[in-house]
């Protein structure tokens, strides 16, 4: 069965939008390193609809020569979440959409019982927080930069309390920690003191 695994780059302060525009001079051989085992662990890769235009108006012009990711993107399976009907023209995509969220989650969920390894996901705050809410994700693999952002998409915003239990920790050369957490399953409250 798989397993979903969101990877993001992180600010301090928890932002994770346009990391583009503070992530790169951290980015050395052993965070290369570590997106690299990310990549090579996944057999499949999930996105939202937002992410799946950005990437698919990109990476199928990319050169697989020059551009080491582009091989890897371009020949997964990849599976998009939409509330909308939509065509997916990027080779291997398939669209995952229903009339409400329990027909999206259970499509998610037969997903990944097909799956065998890791389904990556990454890029969408919103979408994380969704799979979280419909009990679906695995793993939550953070790349925290000693860099406080103070503005952008944070990746927890107004969901409430989200219970975390760490999973393992690294610290990089840079001073990037590489944190991986499970989402904690709640019990229900047996009362007492």
């Not at 302060?13 to 570590?34: C, I, L, Q």
């Not at 080491?68 to 020949?75: G, K, P, Q, R, V």
């Not at 219970?163 to 840079?174: G, I, K, Q």
């Amino acid at each position: 069965m798989g397993k979903i695994v969101s990877n993001f780059f992180i600010s301090l302060d928890g932002v994770v939008e346009a990391p583009h525009e503070w992530h790169f001079p951290y980015f050395d051989d052993e965070m290369g390193r570590v997106v690299g085992e990310g990549i090579e662990s996944a057999r499949a890769f999930l996105m939202g609809r937002n992410l799946y235009r950005e990437w698919a108006g990109y990476w199928p012009e990319q050169d697989e020569k020059d551009v080491e990711f582009a091989s890897y993107i371009n020949n997964v399976p990849k599976y998009v979440l939409s509330h909308h009907d939509g065509e997916a023209d990027w080779q291997n995509t398939t669209v995952i959409t229903g009339p409400d969220d329990a027909s999206v989650a259970e499509q998610v969920r037969a997903l990944k019982e097909q799956v065998d390894g890791d389904i990556a996901m990454s890029g969408c705050a919103t979408t994380v927080r969704w799979l979280i809410a419909q009990g679906l994700l695995d793993e939550l693999a953070l790349l925290v930069h000693p860099i406080a952002v103070a503005r952008g998409q944070r990746l927890f915003e107004e969901t409430g309390t989200v219970p975390l239990r760490l999973l393992s920790c690294e610290t990089l050369p840079t001073g990037v920690l590489f944190l991986r957490y499970a989402p904690e399953v709640r019990g229900e409250d047996t009362g007492g003191a």
